[in-house]
């Protein structure tokens, strides 16, 4: 296992970027009447998940991190329901958001991994 050297070597960053891409990708399909609503926030919520994995890891202290983490976390629920929202009102075809919605729930997992790990050990 190699070690951390920036944000951008965390699997969960990365993974959280491939979210970003597919829900970019999937919301390219949704009506133009949609384009200032659920398009955009569930591209403004996929690419939060990202951006604070990042910003996090810049700050100063752990606690910090911690608290960006958790951000990421809040923006990963936020996707999930306007994902799911956007089937039910049939913006998006039944099934098209389920591969979104697994990866969303290994990047959950991820998250509160990190973060356990940060809070039980001192230092990053």
């Known amino acids: 296992m190699s070690e951390v050297q920036s944000y951008r070597d965390l699997i969960v960053w990365q993974r959280a970027m491939d979210v970003a891409a597919a829900t970019y990708a999937l919301t390219r399909q949704y009506p133009k009447d949609e384009l200032f609503g659920l398009t955009s926030q569930s591209r403004r919520a996929a690419a939060s998940i990202a951006a604070n994995i990042a910003e996090g890891y810049g700050r100063a202290s752990k606690q910090a991190y911690i608290n960006f983490l958790r951000i990421a976390q809040g923006s990963l629920k936020e996707l999930e329901t306007h994902l799911i929202l956007a089937e039910r009102v049939e913006i998006t075809r039944s099934g098209a958001i389920q591969p979104l919605l697994?990866?969303?729930?290994?990047?959950?997992?991820?998250?509160?991994?990190?973060?356990?790990?940060?809070?039980?050990h001192p230092g990053r």
């Open 102 to 120: 697994e990866q969303t729930e290994e990047i959950g997992r991820m998250l509160k991994g990190l973060i356990d790990r940060l809070q039980a």
